[in-house]
């Protein structure tokens, strides 16, 4: 153990016992919080990666590429969802995402970082990288978001490329779909993917990011929930991240990535706080058996947890050196 471990060490373990003494006298001092993070072990040197559906898989190794060579937390996440964010085979992330009912491509991304900081661009066009742009918003602005045309030219500003991102594919999808759908939004399980990553760091840091091109097809102007810091993603050093994918108007009305936090907060593991998060959508979603809504959350052990309302919701997750695709549980079972 080197010096700067076993000084964490010991300092850890005497608040760990001052948080164990001071349960006793039915005193709480330093918040329910620290009793998981400092008496569970603060992760370190193992960095931990966990970001939604199996293309997560190449972002998670782009974001390990970073961490395993000691870099932080918000670089990796960064990095990592970059990948789908170029990917041109990817129709719901970044370039070549589909558009909106009006043939538009518009995208949404969102980032936090350890100290709690937090940054986001919504319906944003013509920038292929949203995330960066909504790192730049954080690290470069006194605001946490910008939007449209406002979002496009302070990426302009920032040196950013303004590039087409509608893909003759894309747009193929789209006159498909104008014939049948006359005109009107879908919402069904199965039109959209946006990818949610959370990173610990070697020095046991979280931080976050999402990025998508929304709901296909979608009412031009619409925002979904993933650059809503705390309901597309969120993260609390002192607690653990959590994402959602999925229809965007369920999460934003619980919530839910800040819900899964709160929850680990108070006690929760990771996945009982995601299936608490997905009751919470059924409890509150009438038409809760027609979409789809997934979580993804870890804690600051390392502990991760994932779940969704129905079945097909796959997550990637990359600890002690392995990276691997997992289908999530869920609750509608027939
Ligand atoms: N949550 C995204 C949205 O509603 C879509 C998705 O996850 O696929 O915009």
Redesign the pocket.
Known sequence: MNRRKFVLNTFLTSIGGLVGINYLKGNNPIGEHLKSSVNGGIMLDNPTIIS?WKFGIEANAAAYEILSKGGNALDAVEAGVRVPEADLNNT?VGRAGYPDRDGKVTL?ACIMDKDGNAGSVAFIQHIAHPISVARAVMEKTPHVMLVGDGALQFALENGFKKEELLTDNAKKAWEEWKKKNNYTPPVGPNN???IGMLAIDKAGNISGACT?S??AF?MHGRV???PIIGA?MYADNNVGGAA??????A?IKIAGSFLVVEAMRNGKTPQEACEMAVHRIIEKQKNYKDIQVGFIAINKNGERGAYSLVKGFQYAFHQKGENKVYDSDYHLKE
């Open positions: 939604t719901s949404d959209h993917d946006t998508t929304g709901l979608k979904g929930d993933s597309g959602a994918t999925g229809l965007g108007e999460v």
